[in-house]
């Protein structure tokens, strides 16, 4: 396991400078701040929940028994600390669950070795070790339905009955300068700062261009059912695709169809396994490969859950914190997000133990379906809350939601979707960790929620609620665990995590207690909602 050096009293140090230059506009209850800093310093639980949730239950692929499992465990710890209220929230994703139980790969000749594999997400398993023989095709670049029907009907013999490698071997170049690990806080000032470029001055996505109608390439999830129609139709026994990483990694997301019956058992291979197997082909080598996959089906998994526990507070208002539970299935989804969700709910734990008195319920949410769109808290939103066009009773009452979901890095500045106000509120908030590697925060009126959220605090703000985003310090995350087969319980530094979740912890309590709740955009200046007219 990899740790910072020091302990974890030194997350503590700089108490006495650490309460200074704070505004007389946003009254910080320092005795509680001590008292959280306290807790999660000296007791925290953070390892041990990550532990569970990936050794124990993951990978947690949505509408899987993993993923399930794992929302109950959430909610009995959460309430063996004090939380209430913890419940099971059904939504309807509609489509079963999947989880691979078995893959072995080896290249039998020219030459006997081992292949490195992940199958992709939702395709089928192969009855049975298959053994044949690897042919290589490629497919033309931004294709019409038309041309691509052209293409792949030249090549239905040289399919059958075969191991397809679909797609030229792609070169990784070495790196040489690798990402920085951490930012500088200058960097994170500039990046707190930068308005996004594909956005007017509204926070509307920019208009878009008009395109020439003549032609009509296919989009991705076009070209790939097209292609797996294809490659069942004709008899194809596995396809095989390149990782396209370096250092063996591999990212295997999903048939996008989400089931298996329109697919063929689909692997996705290392780089560096497609390269040599490429290579042979192009050689004229006769190469056969063998793969034994077992992949399992969840009828249960169309409905899926959120995990929701609660420290009820005194008056009818809510504040949340959460993070999305499910991953993707390569490995055991510890960064993204077995840690996040570790994190919050250290924070909850701590607030219960320091016996905190909220005006606010704080509640909790571990979400499903965010590798999907983030349709858990989606679902979520729309069923409590409403939007802004369509508000139910409890919009009104609604005080923030914080999410983390960025990996094992230490928090380091916040964007809530609301007017400078909220920013200011939060940036004097979290003022006090600073000694934490914390900056500030920065307010941002953008309502699309996906594609261009990255996490289920798009959820809250595409509907016009007060979404709060915890940036990070990158460390590895884009550059080697994000959905990848390497994203394991090794990955996660403890010092870092447990910055974050005493910074989160304080800033709940604060959005929880303060007199107001936090400020939110007026009728006029509300941005409109992607889609809507104006």
Request: aromatic residues 8%.
């Amino acid at each position: 396991m990899r740790r910072e050096a020091g302990t974890r009293l030194g997350v503590a140090a700089g108490l006495v400078v650490a309460f200074i230059s704070l505004s007389a506009q946003e009254r910080i209850d320092h005795d509680t701040y001590w008292r959280v800093r306290q807790e999660g310093t000296m007791r925290s639980r953070i390892l041990r929940t990550a532990q569970v949730l990936t050794d124990r239950y993951g990978p947690r692929p949505t509408g899987s028994p993993n993923l399930k499992a794992a929302g109950e465990w959430a909610i009995a710890e959460l309430q063996s600390w004090g939380l209430q209220n913890g419940r099971m929230e059904p939504w309807n994703w509609g489509h079963p669950g999947w989880l691979n139980e078995r893959l072995s790969a080896h290249i039998i000749s020219p030459v006997k070795d081992h292949l490195v594999a992940e199958a992709l997400g939702w395709t089928p398993g192969t009855n049975g070790p298959v053994r044949a023989q690897a042919v290589q095709i490629t497919l033309p670049v931004r294709p019409t339905k038309d041309e691509l029907a052209t293409h792949l009907d030249k090549l239905r013999n040289t399919v059958a009955g075969r191991i397809v490698l679909v797609g030229a071997h792609r070169p990784v170049p070495v790196t040489f300068n690798d990402m920085p690990e951490r930012h500088d806080e200058s960097d994170v000032v500039q990046m707190m700062n930068t308005v996004p470029t594909r956005l007017g001055v509204t926070g509307q996505p920019a208009p878009a261009q008009p395109q020439p109608p003549a032609r009509q390439p296919l989009n991705n999830t076009q070209l790939t059912a097209q292609v797996y129609e294809f490659l069942r139709t004709s008899g194809a026994l596995v396809r095989v695709n390149d990782a396209a990483r370096d250092h063996g990694q591999i990212r295997a997301f999903a048939n996008n169809a989400y089931d298996p019956a329109g697919a063929i058992p689909t692997v996705v291979l290392r780089n560096e396994d497609y390269g040599r197997i490429s290579r042979l082909l192009a050689d004229n080598h006769s190469v056969e490969l063998e793969f034994d996959i077992v992949n399992r089906t969840y009828s249960e998994g169309r409905t899926s859950y959120n995990a929701i526990a609660e420290i009820p507070g005194t008056t009818d208002e809510v504040v949340m914190l959460g993070g999305h539970l499910d991953s993707w299935h390569a490995a055991t989804g510890a960064t993204d997000n077995a840690v996040g969700c570790a994190v919050v709910m250290e924070a909850a734990r701590i607030l219960t133990a320091i016996g905190i008195r909220p005006r606010r319920t704080i509640r909790v949410a571990l979400w499903s379906g965010e590798e999907q769109g983030l349709r858990g808290s989606r679902a979520y939103v729309s069923e409590h809350f409403g939007s802004f066009e369509k508000p139910k009773p409890a919009f009104t009452r609604f005080g923030g939601y914080v999410n983390i979901d960025y990996g094992t890095g230490r928090a380091r500045y916040m964007s809530v979707f609301g007017p400078d106000t909220a920013a200011a509120v939060l940036r004097e908030a979290i003022a006090p960790f600073k000694d934490l590697g914390v900056v500030g925060a920065s307010a941002t009126s953008r309502r699309q929620a996906f594609p261009g959220f990255g996490s289920d605090y798009g959820s809250f703000n595409e509907a016009g609620l007060p979404g709060i985003h915890v940036m990070q310090d990158p460390i590895e995350y884009d550059t080697y665990t994000w959905h990848s087969n390497l994203d394991t319980y090794e990955r996660i530094i403890e010092q870092d995590a447990i910055a974050s979740a005493v910074v989160i912890a304080a800033t709940v309590y604060h959005l929880a207690t303060r007199e107001a709740p936090l400020p939110r955009f007026s009728t006029g200046e509300m941005p409109k909602r992607p889609g809507a007219g104006r």
